[in-house]
């Protein structure tokens, strides 16, 4: 009786612990059909075929995809990670926003794109 319930303290604890990382990631069109219900006029940006506006080499923890959105005539990065535990870490080291698996970068400062991303994208301070 008393392994029965060891074993089901420790499994309810594993779960707790794994609870994020059990929620699914975000698609990019997910996020696209949220920031665009929430204003029609967003853009996203995109660079030169030689040259991409969002370089994921230059972030420490490497992005899979980088975004240069246009909220309301102010510029964010989207940076999108294969893993929640990357979009955490790097999401804490840029001090940025975070919605499960993406990361929102150079919002922090601005009023109007952090209400957006918190209101409309689902995502949370990481500092």
Do not use: H
């Not at 008393?2 to 707790?16: N, P």
């Not at 940025?96 to 601005?110: I, L």
Request: contains cysteine.
């Amino acid at each position: 009786m008393k392994c029965v319930s060891l074993c089901l303290l420790l499994s309810l604890i594993l779960y707790s612990c794994n609870e994020e990382e059990i929620k699914l990631n975000y698609s990019r069109d997910e996020m696209l059909g949220w920031a665009r219900s929430a204003d029609p006029t967003m853009q996203i940006k995109v660079g030169t075929i030689d040259k991409a506006l969002v370089d994921c080499k230059d972030y420490k923890i490497r992005c899979r995809i980088g975004y240069m959105v246009v909220i309301k005539r102010l510029y964010m990065k989207a940076l999108y990670y294969e893993s929640q535990i990357d979009a955490r870490e790097s999401a804490r080291r840029l001090k940025a926003y975070r919605s499960r698996n993406w990361v929102f970068d150079d919002v922090r400062g601005e009023p109007i794109l952090e209400r957006f991303v918190v209101d409309n994208l689902k995502a949370e301070k990481s500092f």
